[in-house]
């Protein structure tokens, strides 16, 4: 029977590896998104989520004691300084300058929140897991969380008014930091 432990422990892997990408939406939630956009930005996170233990799968265990302390510098990096212009931005009038997630930036944003992901699928590739429904729950779970992290950062930004953008930026940075330092 497959509905067993292998199942439940993919689950818990999965909103495991979706917890960056929850946190960081739920800061990104707090700049005036549009529900197109958080749709889209949940779709391109989920399918980040998929290709990149995909590709660690692919590539296999050889690497993955390489690229794995890496992974989080980057991802730290980068969202280090998303957060820093967001929270920048705040104190600028227009709206013009502030940081939306789409083109290149929403790349950058998804492939960020996704690299840990890449090492994790060196360790399942080796374990024997079915590879098709792992891939599965880690895009449909990290979409999920994403959605409910931009939507729950919506609805605070109500709350917090005009300082909400700068908040959402504070909580991009110091996650980035905490990537770069744990």
């Not at 909103?15 to 990408?21: T, V």
């Not at 990104?28 to 660690?56: D, E, Q, T, Y």
């Not at 790349?107 to 891939?135: H, K, M, N, P, R």
């Not at 729950?152 to 005009?162: I, T």
Request: aromatic share 14%; charged share 10%; with cysteine.
């Amino acid at each position: 029977m497959f509905f067993s432990i292998e199942l439940l422990s993919l689950a818990l892997l999965a909103i495991g590896l979706s917890m960056d990408a929850f946190s960081i939406s739920l800061g990104l939630g707090m700049n005036k998104i549009r529900l197109k956009r958080i749709a889209i930005i949940g779709l391109v996170i989920g399918s980040f989520h998929m290709l990149f233990p995909m590709a660690g799968m692919l590539l296999g265990h050889a690497l993955s004691e390489q690229v794995g302390q890496w992974t989080a510098l980057a991802s730290g990096i980068l969202l280090f300084f998303i957060g820093a212009h967001m929270f920048f931005s705040a104190f600028r009038i227009s709206d013009e300058y502030r940081w939306q997630p789409a083109g290149i930036g929403l790349w950058i944003l998804a492939g960020s929140v996704s690299l840990d992901s890449f090492t994790v699928g060196f360790s399942l590739g080796i374990s024997g897991v079915t590879i098709v429904i792992t891939l599965i729950i880690f895009g449909v779970v990290s979409c999920l969380l994403t959605w409910a992290g931009l939507l729950l950062g919506r609805h605070l930004q109500g709350f917090l008014g005009s300082y909400s953008e700068m908040f959402g930026g504070l909580i991009l940075s110091c996650f980035g930091i905490y990537m770069l330092f744990s």
